[in-house]
C-alpha cells in the first residue's frame, strides 16, 4: 500500500555528498521508491546494489535513476561528473544472495507482511550480524518485519516519502524489539544523507499517516452533513488556513483508493478506533470507480491534462458561505474543527510517548507540508481551547470520534 503524502515539495537540490565510510548500501526492491532510495544512497557517496525479484528490474530502475539524474544536469542542480559517479556506484542484482556484506539493507517491495517476513529472514541469514537491516513500509508494524529475524535489536523502519530524492523527511521507526543504538545510528546516516530524520515508535500510520488523518476525515464529514459543498472546504483550508491544497482536492491528487486503503489499515490497526472510521462518502466514491485524478474523476472532475474540469462538479467555492462558516459554531466550522482535531491527534501520539513534540511538528511540516505543525499550533490557539472545542464536537457528535486527549489539559505540553 502507498503512503498518502501530499504534492512534494520540488524547490529541496540534489546534492552530492562526500563518500561515508558505512559501507555498501543494499536496496531489495527495484520500484518507484526503491530505485529512490538507491539514488540518495549513491548520491551519499555508498556503493548500492539494487535487487529486485522481476529479471532485469534493477538494470531498468538503473536506467531510470540515470535519466533522473541527468534532467538535475539539465537543470544544473548536478555536475555531469557527480551525475556519472553516483550512476557508477549503483549496481544491479538479481538476488538477494549477490548482495555483498552491506552496513545497511533497505527493504522496498510491496506492502506485504508475509513477504516483506520472508525477505528479512532471508536479509538476516545472508548478511553479517551488524548490518542494519530496514523496511520502507508505510504501515505494517515493525516488529511483525523483524518476526523471523533471530537478532531483531537491528531491524528497524526507514520511511521515506515519495520521490526520496526530493523528499527531505525520513521517519526512522523503532520497534518494541530495536535497540536505540541502532535507530540513533540511522539517525546519524540519514542526517548524512542530506535527510531530516524524525524518531517514531512502531505506531499505526507512524507520526505522519496517523496525525493526517483528521485533515480528511473532517472535510468528508462535512461535505456528507450538507455544511459545505467540497469547493468551499477546500477553499477555506487554503485561503484561511494556509494548507497547500485543501484535504479533497488532496484526496482526489492521492487517489481516494490509496488515501481510503492507508486510513482504514490505521483503523483496523487501532482495533477500528472511531476515530478512524471511513467515511461512507469516501468508500461511495471508491466504489464507483472515482478514485481521483488518476481517473479522470474524483471529487472534482478532470479535463484530460489533469486540470479540474469545467462541470458543476468543478465547483466554485462559496464565498459567502465559508464566511459565515469561519469563526462560527465549531461544529460547522471546517477550519477550527480541522486543527482542533489535527492537535488532538498530534497532542495523543507525543503523550503515548511515541514521538516527541518537535519530531512531530517537523514530520508534519516537511511530510504534509503544513504551514504549521500541529503542536506549536496548538500552543498558539491554546491546548485549553482546542479541549473545548473537542468536548463541544463531542457533544455535537457523539460515538467516541471526538474525544479530548487528556494531554490537552493536564499541562505537560505547555
Ligand atoms: N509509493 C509510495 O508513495 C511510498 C511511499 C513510502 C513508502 N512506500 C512503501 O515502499 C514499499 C515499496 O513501494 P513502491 O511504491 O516502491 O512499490 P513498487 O510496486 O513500485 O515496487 C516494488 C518492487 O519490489 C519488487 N519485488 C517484489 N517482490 C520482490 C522480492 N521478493 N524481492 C525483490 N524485489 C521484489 C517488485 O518487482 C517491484 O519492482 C512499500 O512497502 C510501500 O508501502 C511507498
Not at 68 to 83: F, Y
Not at 296 to 317: F, K, L, M, T
Request: aromatic residues 6%; contains cysteine; hydrophobic residues 40%.
Amino acid at each position: 500500500m502507498d503512503t498518502d503524502v501530499t504534492e512534494p515539495d520540488r524547490t529541496n537540490k540534489e546534492t552530492a555528498h562526500e563518500g561515508s565510510s558505512f559501507g555498501p548500501v543494499g536496496v531489495v526492491g527495484a520500484g518507484a521508491m526503491g530505485a529512490g532510495i538507491a539514488q540518495v544512497a549513491a548520491s551519499a557517496g555508498h556503493a548500492v546494489a539494487l535487487v529486485d525479484a522481476v529479471p532485469g528490474a534493477a538494470a531498468t530502475a538503473v536506467e531510470r535513476i540515470g535519466s533522473a539524474l541527468s534532467r538535475l544536469v539539465d537543470k544544473g542542480r548536478l555536475s555531469a561528473d557527480d551525475a556519472t559517479a553516483v550512476l557508477q556506484r549503483i549496481t544491479p542484482a538479481e538476488s538477494i544472495d549477490e548482495l555483498p556484506h552491506c552496513g545497511l539493507v533497505i527493504e522496498a517491495v510491496p506492502e506485504d507482511l508475509d513477504l516483506k517476513r520472508r525477505i528479512f529472514a532471508e536479509l538476516a541469514d545472508r548478511q553479517p550480524p551488524n548490518t542494519v537491516l530496514a523496511t520502507n513500509t508505510s504501515s505494517i508494524d515493525i516488529d511483525d518485519v523483524a518476526d523471523e529475524v533471530t537478532d531483531p535489536e537491528r531491524v528497524l523502519g526507514l520511511h521515506f516519502f515519495n520521490p526520496p530524492p526530493v523528499m527531505k523527511l525520513v521517519e526512522v521507526v523503532h520497534g518494541e524489539r530495536t535497540a536505540d543504538a541502532y535507530v540513533e545510528h540511522a539517525v546519524a546516516l540519514m542526517n548524512a544523507w542530506g535527510k531530516t530524520p524524525v524518531r517514531c515508535r512502531s505506531t499505526p500510520g507512524f507520526i505522519v499517516n496517523r496525525v493526517a488523518r483528521p485533515f480528511y476525515g473532517e472535510a468528508q464529514r462535512i461535505v456528507e452533513a450538507g455544511i459545505a459543498d467540497a469547493a468551499t472546504v477546500d477553499w477555506i483550508l487554503r485561503e484561511k488556513g494556509g494548507f497547500p491544497m485543501g484535504p479533497l482536492e488532496l484526496t482526489d491528487f492521492i487517489g481516494q483508493d490509496v488515501n481510503l486503503a492507508v486510513g482504514t489499515s490505521v483503523w483496523e490497526q487501532t482495533g477500528r478506533d472511531e476515530r478512524y472510521t471511513p467515511t461512507a462518502f469516501q468508500q461511495e466514491l471508491v466504489e464507483a470507480g472515482r478514485l481521483g485524478r488518476k481517473s479522470g474523476r474524483g471529487i472534482y472532475a478532470y479535463a484530460a491534462d489533469g486540470s479540474v474540469g469545467a462541470s458543476a462538479e468543478a465547483g466554485e467555492p462559496d464565498l459567502e458561505l465559508a464566511g459565515r462558516l469561519v469563526g462560527g459554531p465549531i461544529a460547522t466550522d471546517p477550519l477550527a474543527r480541522t486543527l482542533a482535531m489535527l492537535v488532538n491527534e498530534a497532542v495523543d501520539l507525543v503523550a503515548r510517548g511515541e514521538a516527541s513534540a518537535d519530531d512531530v511538528d517537523t514530520a508534519m511540516r516537511l511530510g504534509t507540508r503544513y504551514p504549521k505543525g500541529p503542536i506549536a499550533w496548538g500552543r498558539e490557539i491554546g491546548f485549553d481551547v482546542v479541549a473545548r472545542q473537542v468536548a463541544e464536537l463531542d457533544e455535537a457528535y457523539p460515538g467516541g470520534r471526538y474525544r479530548p486527549s487528556p494531554a490537552l489539559t493536564d499541562g505537560s505540553l505547555s
